[in-house]
C-alpha cells in the first residue's frame, strides 16, 4: 500500500522543497539532505512505488540511465568524487527507510569512512553444491528462462 504522505510524494508534489538537479516526465532527481558524502543524489521514478519490481521494465531503465548521467556530471563538477556508489535499497530489511523507490547515487573518495558492515555470516565461501542449488531456483523462478 503506498503512503502518499511519504517524504518524496510531497517532494514530488511540491509540498516539501528539494535541490533538484535533473526533471523529465519519467523521473525527479535532487540532492540527498544527510549525504554519505557531499553531493550524494537521489534519482526517484514520478509513479507511486514503493519497490523497483512495481516499475515497468522502461521506468526502471530510465531510472538507472537518469543516475548514469548524474554519476558523469559528478565526475566533472568539481565535487569530490573519485568513484560512485549505485545503491538501491528495496524493502524495509534491505534499509529502505523512504517507501518510495529511490536510487542512491553517491560519491566516493579514498579514506571518506562509509563502508559495508560485514557480520560473521556474511561473505562466507559456500560450496560449489549450494551454489547450485541457488542458481537452479532461481533460474526456475524467472519462468523457464534457460540458464548455463
Ligand atoms: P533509504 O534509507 O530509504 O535508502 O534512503 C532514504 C534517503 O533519503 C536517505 O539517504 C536520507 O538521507 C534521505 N532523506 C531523508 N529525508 C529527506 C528529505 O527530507 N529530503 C531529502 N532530499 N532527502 C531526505
Known amino acids: 500500500m503506498y503512503d502518499d504522505q511519504n517524504i518524496f510524494a510531497r517532494i514530488l508534489r511540491g509540498e516539501l522543497p528539494c535541490y533538484k538537479l535533473y526533471e523529465d516526465a519519467v523521473c525527479l532527481a535532487f540532492l540527498d539532505i544527510f549525504p554519505v558524502n ?10 507511486k512505488a514503493v519497490s523497483l519490481s512495481e516499475l515497468d521494465a522502461a521506468t ?40 518510495h523507490v529511490h536510487l542512491h547515487v553517491i560519491p ?30 532461481i533460474c526456475r523462478a524467472q519462468g523457464g528462462v534457460p540458464c548455463s
Open 60 to 99: 526502471a531503465g530510465h531510472l538507472l540511465m537518469t543516475a548514469q548521467k548524474l554519476a558523469d556530471s559528478l565526475r566533472v563538477s568539481g565535487v569530490r568524487c573519485e568513484g560512485v556508489n549505485f545503491w538501491l535499497s528495496d524493502g524495509a530489511e534491505a534499509g529502505q527507510e523512504v517507501p
Open 108 to 137: 566516493r573518495f579514498k579514506g571518506d569512512g562509509f563502508g559495508w558492515k560485514v557480520g560473521p555470516n556474511n561473505r562466507k565461501a559456500l560450496p560449489a553444491g549450494e551454489l547450485e542449488a541457488l542458481a537452479s531456483a
Open 38 to 47: 557531499p553531493g550524494h543524489l537521489l534519482v526517484i521514478p514520478k509513479q
